[in-house]
């Protein structure tokens, strides 16, 4: 089914009962969405530098406030005992590295999320003020076993700065032309206003990050040295949204969900031309001092309760942040979750360089 279809039917089947059983009767795709407000914003990385405080550079993070400078390796939803996600249940946590603006003196500010672009209507895509759009997409045939409890993996690559032909339509930034996404309804990483790096001119709207984690997975370890090699891309090579459809290779035979981030930077106070560098190159960085955008990855480590994301997975034909199978929480509630900083730095400051990266070379 085409995206803007589906996307339609979405957005429709949070307001309208008819069309939601329309939806279900389709019967072979649940793709939850749901929204995650920020839990906490710090210079800590518990899953590629476990007791480090700090970590090398900045990060988003959203779900549970299990999240901390080391953490659990067994069961996440023991540790957590609230969420910023829309479902209850989830106490998984997401995360990304910051998105900052360099002025031409060279001071650095960092951009804030906006919540989700306005295409649906539930309170987690209307008044999350920031956090990470989440998505988790189960496509028929076949069975799709989700995470394990001490699940967790990272996807991308941060010292890239060129871009990967072999990840097309994996990770990528919108440039929306307006307010509320534009209008632009194309598929994640699959439209003409999508860039591998960041884009190279302003965006009336922002600036949309997605990021798709692979498909596949050993069975076996529920982590791995790079936090990668447990994890793969199908046969015939990455599954671009929605598509889970290509076979997992042998080592990796394993259909996982298809995990998703979205976050929205909110670059408009920066889109003035003369406050860009005078080579007219653009002027966003990644936390960790990546310019060209190349080196965007996303770290998760799995925290759902019982088997809550398998019964939402099987449910067939759940859309949004709603499942009748799945619990769900007042936004007011999630927003109330928060984990305190640990790290003390001034996140909102103009900074003369980027926390972590003043004197020593990048490290992953
Ligand atoms: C984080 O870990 C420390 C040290 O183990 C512990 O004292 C603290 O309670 C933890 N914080 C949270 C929010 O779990
Ligand atoms: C650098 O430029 C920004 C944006 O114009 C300004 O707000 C900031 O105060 C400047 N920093 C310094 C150190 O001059």
């Known amino acids: 089914m085409l995206w803007t279809t589906l996307l339609a039917f979405a957005a429709a089947a949070d307001a309208l009962p008819s069309v939601n059983k329309w939806w279900k009767r389709q019967g072979s795709t649940t793709m939850l969405r749901f929204g995650c407000a920020q839990v906490v914003i710090d210079r800590l990385d518990p899953l590629v530098q476990p007791g480090q405080a700090p970590s090398s550079h900045m990060h988003q993070i959203v779900g ?3 999240f901390n400078t080391t953490m659990t390796t067994s069961d996440v939803s023991n540790t957590a005992s609230c969420t910023t996600c829309a479902f209850s249940d989830d106490f998984s946590n997401y995360w990304t590295a910051n998105v900052y603006f360099k002025a031409r003196n060279g001071s650095y500010k960092r951009v804030k999320q906006l919540g989700a672009a306005k295409q649906f209507s539930d ?3 209307t008044k999350i003020d920031g956090g990470v759009l989440v998505y988790y997409v189960s496509a028929q045939p076949g069975k799709i076993t989700a995470f394990k409890p001490g699940f967790r993996m990272f996807v991308g690559d941060p010292t890239r700065r060129t871009a990967d032909p072999n990840l097309k339509r994996q990770n990528c930034f919108r440039c929306y032309s307006g307010p ?12 003409t206003n999508d860039f591998t790096g960041f884009p190279p001119s302003p965006c009336a709207g922002g600036i949309r990050s997605n990021i798709l984690f692979p498909t596949c997975w050993d069975g076996v370890n529920l982590d791995s040295p790079d936090h990668k090699q447990h994890i793969a891309y199908p046969s015939s090579g990455p599954a671009t949204f929605l598509n889970l459809g290509g076979n997992c290779p042998s080592t990796h035979p394993v259909r996982i969900p298809q995990l998703m981030y979205e976050v929205v930077w909110d670059t408009t106070p920066f889109n003035n031309k003369a406050d860009w560098p005078a080579d007219g190159s653009q002027p966003f960085y990644l936390s960790y001092g990546d310019n060209t955008g190349y080196g965007q990855h996303g770290d998760y480590v799995f925290g759902w309760k019982g088997d809550a994301l398998q019964i939402g997975m099987d449910a067939s034909g759940c859309m949004g942040a709603k499942c009748k199978t799945m619990k769900n929480q007042a936004i007011d509630q999630g927003k109330s979750c928060q984990v305190s900083v640990k790290v003390k730095e001034d996140h909102d400051a103009w900074l003369t360089s980027l926390p972590g990266m003043d004197s020593m070379p990048m490290q992953m």
């Open 180 to 191: 509320n996404f534009g209008g632009d309804t194309a598929a994640p990483c699959q439209g």
């Open 123 to 125: 309170d987690y895509s």
């Open 64 to 66: 549970g406030n299990g």
